[in-house]
């Protein structure tokens, strides 16, 4: 008897260990995610205000990225070169926030699925707008959440704006 009651006290010890690890790691995800969503906000605020050096600091070296219709263009400078012509274009503007996060039980892997709006100026001078989807995997390098992958996708063509 005493045998039987010794296991099940490790047992019952094994599972408040398991429980207390998995409290941990569930507090340690929520943190990684709110980090992800501060990179996030700092990152769509600069791509609003058309400040490229600040919008790429979020990309890794390595990253790669997705336009619909493009190559897949690899690299930050690759991303770079991207965003310019994009934010050359008169009116530009985008912003866009996650939807949904997901960090790794390794914390050091995400990935996000969101929303996007686009606005611009048609070369008629007609106001036109945008909005799709996107789909972001994020790496931690040197401590920090950068940017690994990016997808986007329209919801449609674009349309006149009601700005």
């Known amino acids: 008897m005493k045998q039987t009651h010794r296991r099940w006290l490790q047992v019952l010890a094994a599972a408040c260990a398991m429980a207390a690890i998995g409290q941990a790691l569930a507090a340690d995800r929520a943190a990684e995610e709110q980090a992800i969503r501060r990179a996030d906000a700092q990152w769509s605020a600069a791509t609003q205000s058309a400040d490229l050096d600040a919008a790429m600091r979020i990309y890794a070296e390595d990253a790669v ?10 690299g930050r400078q690759g991303i770079r070169d991207w965003f310019a012509r994009q934010m050359a274009t008169p009116g530009y503007s985008v912003t866009f926030a996650p939807d949904h996060i997901v960090v790794s039980a390794s914390l050091d892997m995400a990935y996000e699925t969101g929303r996007y709006r686009v606005l611009w100026t048609a070369p008629d001078g007609t106001a036109m707008a945008g909005a799709g989807k996107h789909l972001v995997a994020w790496g ?24």
């Open 65 to 74: 990225f997705l336009a619909p219709g493009q190559a897949t263009i690899v």
């Open 140 to 163: 931690k390098r040197d401590g920090a959440w950068k940017v690994v992958a990016e997808s986007i996708s329209p919801d449609g063509p674009a349309e006149p704006a009601s700005r």
